[in-house]
């Protein structure tokens, strides 16, 4: 079998080799480091699924409303951890490529400090407030319960989320990818064993699924934290850029590259998860099918997107470390033919997607009306999913080379100059639930638009000298 596997890798390789989207060595480099993360993807995208489909199933269209907006919560919260673990790989890959492993490792002492003041305000206000926060979004009592035992409980989560993002990226950066998915998978796999038992065993509904999601990233994180102070799991996983308690704790200049690059990639991050709010808000407007229907269709394709999660990775990793090592050329050779290679992969996926939308739209709802509007929704998002993975690899370079103030206002601008008028506009003229469908498709398409031309425009090398380490040529 792993004969066969090699032998049509080799025969892919060749043709991507032959059409010029890919050379053979920037293809193993990229797989060795995508697959892991793109695993682990899947497995996060995986569980969050499979707690919508199975509280779907036994609680129906309202109780996956209230999810929603719960979710829409959680992801502000989360999206700020990514943020700011986008900074800590851009530095780390650069420092380690460079030959400097301790600078590396100050550098992730000092993301730790900063994701444990962003996280504590958010928990705290989220379990003051979250009966208040999900009533802004619907008048629907039902929905809004369901919403606000969800976010109680998952909220506390969010302190272990951030320091297990920034575990994630610190190996990311310094080129394995291996260790953090086998981490991430059983996390998975705990979740859905969790929540299904406490879901259909316990028949405790979405606080089983709520239940579930926090054990499981409460044990992500304590295992991340036995491999980031240098201990190894059998021997192998043990992070070259460990941390301790010994020697500085906070270095003023790191720390002020660490917010330098993170502060757009976290405020690129919150746009994104800004404007969930008003996108659910108008779909409830049409009714809590609508609400559903929309949830389903963007978990969908976050779920196919797990692809863009390890290309994207790649693109940093190997980006940032040539750029570390003075060797733009080559960085911008790795950007570029991943970038072709994102088109590729996620046209292919966004056309198994469309191809197989109802039967995945059942997973989740039943009811004829809601079924439909799901089908929709999945088909949908996946048009929309082509734009989104290629400028996942986009981003993902400019993040390795530390230029990360594009990608936020490119989002700024898809979202809120496009997206979300579009959407708007539906609940003003006969457009309709069609507002919200080409809001899907405008929110990636203009974005990745103009960071494909800020990666063409080649700047993002000159911006990356500023973030090398001292011994990079």
Do not use: C
């Amino acid at each position: 079998m792993a004969g066969l596997l090699a032998k049509l890798y080799a025969a892919l390789a060749t043709q991507l080799a032959r059409l010029g989207i890919i050379e053979r060595k920037r293809l193993d480099a990229t797989v060795d480091l995508a697959w892991p993360r793109v695993v682990t993807g899947f497995a996060i995208m995986s569980k969050q699924t499979a707690d919508l489909a199975m509280v779907g199933i036994v609680l129906g269209a309202p109780a996956v409303a209230g999810l929603a907006f719960a979710g829409a919560y959680w992801t502000v919260g989360k999206f700020v951890a990514i943020g700011l673990a986008g900074g800590t790989v851009s530095l780390v890959s650069q420092n380690y490529g460079g030959g400097d492993a301790d600078r590396a490792a100050l550098i992730v002492k000092q993301s730790v400090w900063a994701a444990l003041a962003l996280a504590l305000p958010v928990v705290l206000f989220y379990v003051a407030f979250a009966d208040t926060l999900i009533g802004l979004l619907s008048s629907d009592p039902v929905a809004i319960g369901h919403g606000t035992v969800y976010l109680v409980i998952v909220a506390p989560a969010l302190g272990f989320e951030f320091l297990n993002m920034i575990a994630s990226r610190t190996y990311a950066g310094v080129g394995d990818t291996f260790t953090p998915m086998v981490i991430r998978a059983g996390g998975a796999i705990l979740n859905v064993v969790i929540s299904a038992t406490l879901i259909f065993g316990a028949g405790m509904g979405v606080a089983g699924a709520a239940i579930g999601t926090t054990v499981s990233i409460i044990a992500i994180t304590l295992v991340f934290s036995w491999g980031m102070v240098g201990r190894s799991y059998a021997g192998r996983g043990a992070s070259p850029v460990a941390i301790s308690r010994r020697g500085p704790q906070v270095d003023r200049e790191l720390m002020g590259q660490l917010v330098s690059v993170s502060t757009p990639l976290i405020a690129r991050r919150l746009v994104e998860g800004l404007v969930t709010f008003p996108l659910l808000a108008i779909a409830d407007t049409f009714g809590s099918e609508a609400v559903a229907a929309l949830e389903v269709g963007r978990r969908v394709r976050n779920l196919a997107n797990s692809t863009s999660w390890g290309l994207s990775i790649a693109s940093s990793t190997l980006v940032g470390q040539a750029l570390g090592a003075g060797q733009e050329a080559d960085a911008t050779a790795y950007g570029s033919q991943i970038i072709s290679l994102a088109l590729v992969v996620h046209v292919v996926i966004a056309a198994g997607v469309i191809a197989a939308a109802e039967p995945i739209a059942t997973v989740f709802v039943d009811d004829p009306a809601a079924l439909a509007l799901a089908t929709a929704f999945v088909t949908v998002s996946a048009i929309s999913l082509v734009a989104l993975g290629l400028d996942g690899a986009t981003t993902g370079a400019l993040r390795g080379a530390g230029d990360t103030r594009v990608p936020f206002y490119a989002s700024l601008v898809g979202l809120y100059v496009f997206a979300l008028p579009v959407a708007y506009l539906g609940t003003l003229t006969p457009l309709g639930i069609w507002g919200l469908y080409l809001a899907l498709i405008v929110e990636t398409a203009v974005p990745a638009s103009i960071t494909l031309w800020r990666f063409r425009s080649g700047r993002w090398q000159a911006i990356s000298r500023n973030y090398r380490p001292p011994t990079a040529e």
